[in-house]
Structures are given as structure tokens and as C-alpha cells.
């Protein structure tokens, strides 16, 4: 398929998906919007993880009460690249020189910083809750919520914010909180949906196999898979990555 043809398809797959997040209103990606999502496609953004980036946009916009206006994709481009560097740290992929960014002036996706420890824990409480009451998964993750949310609020209260080994014990139990979560959920799948999600996974990853040993990309491949996996059961990602 020709460069300019994937780059349209991309483009009309976040217009559409940008226009049923805002209720049927009719974005269009053009101009100016068009080059801006063009970019990203050329950095190698998949297009899951854009969609990612515009959601965690519109629940944040959401949050602060009814809309008056459509969210505009020129809107969701920080939380686009945010999300695309939790992506990238999480699975180890890199993006070769010659796909970053063709205007000198942006800033680098790899020289963005990452969430920092209070956002990431207001963020997992509020997707463990949400979760929950969509009501996808197994009595037996209860417990592990109830904990984790119980524990996430007391860290978040903390006056001065967590240091040093109280900090580093909070990760290590976000890490273990999270493959225990990941067992869960792997639990409700068939057979069949994680085939299907293994299928996914690869076509995501599959563009940067060349820029990475056979080891990376295996691990970039597993953990593509659990971000799936966590996505189809609207889980957060508990680790800081």
C-alpha cells in the first residue's frame, strides 16, 4: 500500500473515532490537523495508541463537567505522545531517526517526561473504579482493588509526597499488584480472544522488528499483549514505566 494511502487511512480512522467520541459530531482531520496526525503515523504511533491518547483527553475534559463545544484532535496531541512514550518505555520499542518528527521545533517524544508519581496514582484509582463498574471482571479481583485502592489514597494524602524507600516499596507493590491483575484478567479471555489479541499485538509492534534484537522484540511483543489484554478490560497499566 502506498506511503500516502496508509497515512490517509490512518487519518480516517482517528476522524472517525474522534467524531463517536464526540457524540457524532463531524471533526474533520484536515489542514493543519491532517499534517498533525500524518506526524504522528510517520513516528510510528500506532493507531491503538493514539486512540488512547485521544480517550485519556476526552475523560479529562469529561471530568470537568459537560462539554460545550467538540474536543478538536489539535487538543489530544500531548496526551497522544504521552501515551505513545508509556508505550515505548513500557515495551522497549525505539523510533529510528528518520521517523521522528519532521518539524525541528517540537519537542522530541523521547525527551518528554512521563507521568509523575501523583498523576499516576490518580489516574489508576480512577480506572480501577471504572473497572470495576463496568463490571467485566471476576469476583476474585475484588480484593485486589479494594487493597490497592485503599493504599493508592493513603500515598496520594501523603503531605509531602512519597520518597525515597516508601516510594521505591509503593512501585515494587504496583509491579506485583499489576501481574496479579494481568493473571485475572488473562483468566477471563477464551483461548480464541487471546489468540486474536497475540494477532493484534504483532501488526502493532511489527513495523520496528527490524531496529530490535530477536530478545527485545519478543518482550515488546509480550508486553504489547498484557497492554491489550488490559485495554479490552479497561485495566490500567499499575506499574510506573
Same mark, same amino acid.
Given at each position: 500500500?502506498?506511503? +500516502?494511502?496508509?497515512?490517509?487511512?490512518?487519518?480516517?480512522?482517528? #476522524?472517525?473515532?474522534?467524531?463517536?467520541?464526540?457524540?457524532?459530531?463531524?471533526?474533520?482531520?484536515? *489542514?493543519?490537523?491532517?499534517?498533525?496526525?500524518?506526524?504522528?503515523?510517520?513516528? @510510528?504511533?500506532?493507531?491503538?495508541? $493514539?486512540?488512547? @491518547?485521544?480517550? /485519556?483527553?476526552?475523560?479529562?475534559?469529561?471530568?470537568? *463537567?459537560?462539554? /460545550?463545544?467538540?474536543?478538536?484532535?489539535?487538543?489530544?496531541?500531548? %496526551?497522544?505522545?504521552?501515551?505513545?512514550?508509556?508505550?515505548?518505555?513500557?515495551?522497549?520499542?525505539?523510533?529510528?531517526?528518520?521517523?521522528?518528527? =519532521?518539524?525541528?521545533?517540537?519537542?522530541?517524544?523521547?525527551?518528554?517526561?512521563?507521568?509523575?508519581?501523583?498523576?499516576?496514582?490518580?489516574?489508576?484509582?480512577?480506572? +480501577?473504579? %471504572?473497572?470495576?463498574?463496568? *463490571?467485566?471482571?471476576?469476583?476474585?479481583?475484588?480484593?485486589?482493588?479494594?487493597?490497592?485502592?485503599? #493504599?493508592?489514597? #493513603?500515598?496520594?494524602?501523603?503531605?509531602?509526597?512519597?520518597? *525515597?524507600?516508601?516510594?521505591? $516499596?509503593?512501585?515494587?507493590?504496583?509491579?506485583?499488584?499489576?501481574?496479579?491483575?494481568?493473571?485475572?484478567?488473562?483468566?477471563?479471555?477464551? $483461548?480464541?480472544?487471546?489468540?486474536?489479541?497475540?494477532?493484534?499485538?504483532?501488526?502493532?509492534?511489527? $513495523?520496528?522488528?527490524?531496529?530490535?534484537?530477536?530478545?527485545?522484540? =519478543?518482550?515488546?511483543?509480550?508486553?504489547?499483549?498484557?497492554?491489550?489484554?488490559?485495554?479490552? +478490560?479497561?485495566?490500567?497499566?499499575?506499574?510506573?514505566?
Amino acid at each position: 500500500m502506498p506511503e +500516502l494511502t496508509d497515512l490517509a487511512e490512518f487519518c480516517r480512522h482517528i #476522524e472517525t473515532y474522534l467524531c463517536q467520541k464526540n457524540d457524532g459530531h463531524l471533526i474533520r482531520v484536515v *489542514g493543519p490537523s491532517f499534517d498533525l496526525v500524518a506526524g504522528w503515523a510517520k513516528q @510510528g504511533v500506532p493507531l491503538k495508541v $493514539a486512540l488512547r @491518547g485521544i480517550d /485519556r483527553t476526552l475523560d479529562r475534559y469529561s471530568r470537568k *463537567g459537560p462539554r /460545550r463545544r467538540p474536543v478538536r484532535i489539535d487538543f489530544c496531541e500531548a %496526551d497522544v505522545l504521552d501515551v505513545f512514550d508509556e508505550w515505548r518505555r513500557a515495551t522497549g520499542v525505539t523510533v529510528a531517526a528518520t521517523q521522528a518528527s =519532521d518539524d525541528e521545533t517540537r519537542e522530541p517524544s523521547s525527551a518528554r517526561r512521563g507521568p509523575s508519581l501523583p498523576e499516576h496514582l490518580e489516574r489508576v484509582v480512577r480506572r +480501577l473504579t %471504572d473497572a470495576r463498574a463496568m *463490571g467485566r471482571l471476576p469476583a476474585s479481583a475484588d480484593p485486589v482493588i479494594d487493597r490497592l485502592s485503599l #493504599e493508592l489514597d #493513603e500515598a496520594k494524602r501523603a503531605p509531602r509526597g512519597l520518597r *525515597g524507600e516508601a516510594r521505591a $516499596a509503593l512501585l515494587t507493590r504496583l509491579d506485583a499488584a499489576d501481574a496479579e491483575l494481568l493473571r485475572i484478567a488473562r483468566a477471563t479471555l477464551t $483461548a480464541e480472544e487471546l489468540d486474536a489479541i497475540d494477532r493484534e499485538s504483532m501488526n502493532e509492534i511489527g $513495523a520496528f522488528r527490524t531496529q530490535m534484537t530477536p530478545e527485545a522484540f =519478543d518482550r515488546a511483543r509480550r508486553t504489547a499483549v498484557d497492554t491489550a489484554v488490559r485495554a479490552r +478490560l479497561h485495566l490500567p497499566m499499575l506499574s510506573l514505566v
